[in-house]
């Protein structure tokens, strides 16, 4: 097994657009669940089903599950960036194409925290919503949101990692 090279990678624009934006969905995602916290009924819902309907309830201080997830998830995220080079790639890591590599694994995966806690957020907004009376279930759009925000940019990374050997 050969040793994928290690090298150090500069963070472009977007690099630091994707980790500002994954910072401050962490916060909008902490924030907005304190601030409901005060709001909501002693039970609220902690599962939907797949027509977005309420199937399952529990004590409201399990609003604070998907932000402490969502914490564990990022800091996690945050430290495996660091190591792009213990990353399984579909190529070959070479001195040549290390950088482009590597650039590309962990832009994915700046993408991606700002993209789980994102809708993380959403769900926490939608519970809250749905606990206080002010909507009566999630909706399929649910759906099509983690499809467009988790599902598709990975695809595209995918190929793109595959396409830049």
Same mark, same amino acid.
């Given at each position: 097994?050969?040793?994928?090279?290690? $090298?150090?990678? =500069? %963070?472009?624009?977007?690099?630091?657009?994707?980790?500002?934006?994954?910072?401050?969905?962490? /916060?909008?995602?902490?924030?907005?669940?304190?601030?409901?916290?005060?709001?909501?009924?002693? +039970?609220?819902?902690?599962?939907?089903?797949?027509?977005? =309907?309420?199937?399952?309830?529990?004590?409201?201080? +399990?609003?604070? $599950?998907?932000?402490?997830?969502?914490?564990?998830?990022?800091?996690?995220?945050?430290?495996?960036?660091? &190591?792009?080079? $213990?990353?399984?790639?579909?190529?070959?890591?070479?001195?040549?194409?290390?950088?482009?590599?590597?650039?590309?694994?962990?832009?994915? $995966?700046? &993408?991606?925290?700002?993209?789980?806690?994102?809708?993380?957020?959403?769900? +926490?907004?939608?519970?809250?919503? /749905?606990?206080?009376?002010?909507? +009566?279930?999630?909706?399929?759009?649910?759906?099509?949101?983690?499809?467009?925000? %988790?599902?598709?940019?990975?695809?595209?990374?995918?190929?793109?990692?595959?396409?830049?050997?």
């Amino acid at each position: 097994m050969k040793t994928k090279p290690k $090298i150090e990678l =500069e %963070l472009s624009p977007i690099d630091q657009f994707w980790e500002i934006a994954g910072w401050v969905a962490l /916060v909008l995602l902490i924030g907005l669940a304190i601030l409901s916290y005060f709001q909501l009924p002693e +039970t609220i819902p902690t599962h939907f089903n797949f027509k977005g =309907e309420a199937d399952d309830f529990g004590r409201k201080e +399990t609003i604070f $599950i998907l932000p402490a997830l969502g914490a564990i998830v990022f800091i996690g995220m945050t430290i495996l960036n660091r &190591y792009p080079h $213990i990353f399984n790639y579909s190529v070959e890591i070479t001195k040549e194409n290390a950088q482009r590599q590597y650039t590309l694994a962990t832009r994915l $995966i700046r &993408y991606l925290k700002f993209s789980v806690l994102l809708v993380f957020a959403i769900i +926490t907004f939608v519970t809250f919503k /749905v606990a206080t009376g002010a909507l +009566t279930e999630i909706g399929t759009w649910s759906i099509l949101v983690v499809i467009f925000l %988790l599902v598709f940019p990975s695809i595209f990374f995918a190929l793109k990692l595959k396409k830049s050997k």
